[in-house]
């Protein structure tokens, strides 16, 4: 009985901790890095602390809030990096909404389905791409720092009249309160910091999922451990009570 409640209790354990192996076949993405706080929601109203190994389905919310930050590792090895103050809602495998904050993206390339970016007054549509995405103040900003793409790399449409602005490799534009794209070109020193925050990206992804599968393998032999495995405490004086009743008897059968 004992050792069905563990069982239970390691279950419940993995799945609400997120280190559930292929816990949710529906699942889109999965939470490798968090920073100070980061909280998730399923319905955008309840929230509660987001921890690494997270798995994370279509319709999830996460933000971060000040000093904080946490990185998206989606299924086909797209990358996000929500910063401090940031709010996202995943809309799909190549779709998230962003309600306010900034966030750095790595976009697995796939120009028949861009990566789309959605804040409250425009898309941005992604395809194969490095940059950062940013919603403020009824502002959206689009930064295009590096792509394995020539031409038709992203564009950012403005909602209201669908105004798009495409860009090219070190381009950013912005559509301001009044509608009006700034458009200028990044900085030498705008793109070496990017560099170096993309490896970084790209670093904490890969530790995270290797401590996520390390977590995994650790639960998943806890719960397929022998019905025979040694005992402690209690059940194992129980076991050896037994034995001994069972030698008793045994001594008694061939004294007759």
Do not use: Y
């Amino acid at each position: 009985m004992k050792r069905t409640c563990l069982l239970c209790f390691l279950s419940a354990f993995i799945s609400t901790s997120g280190f559930a192996q292929e816990s949710a076949s529906n699942a889109i993405a999965v939470l490798v890095k968090a920073v100070g706080t980061v909280e998730s929601s399923t319905d955008g109203n309840t929230w509660t602390k987001a921890e690494r190994g997270l798995d994370l389905s279509a319709g999830f919310s996460l933000r971060t809030m000040a000093v904080s930050s946490c990185v998206i590792r989606f299924n086909d090895g797209t990358l996000l990096n929500l910063k401090a103050e940031s709010q996202i809602k995943l809309a799909g495998a190549r779709a998230t909404d962003v309600q306010t904050g900034k966030l750095t993206f790595a976009i697995k390339t796939n120009p028949a389905e861009p990566f789309k970016f959605v804040s409250p007054t425009a898309v941005g549509a992604i395809k194969g791409t490095e940059g950062e995405f940013e919603v403020s103040n009824d502002e959206t900003e689009l930064s295009i720092f590096s792509s394995d793409r020539n031409d038709d790399i992203a564009d950012l449409t403005r909602l209201k009249d669908n105004r798009t602005e495409k860009l090219g490799i070190g381009e950013r534009v912005r559509f301001t309160r009044e509608g009006r794209p700034l458009r200028r070109l990044l900085s030498a020193t705008e793109r070496k910091t990017f560099g170096e925050r993309l490896k970084t990206l790209r670093t904490d992804s890969d530790k995270g999922m290797k401590f996520i599968q390390r977590r995994r393998e650790q639960m998943q032999k806890k719960l397929q451990r022998p019905q025979n495995a040694p005992k402690t405490g209690s059940l194992q004086r129980q076991s050896q009570l037994q034995q001994q009743r069972q030698m008793a008897k045994l001594r008694l059968r061939l004294q007759r």
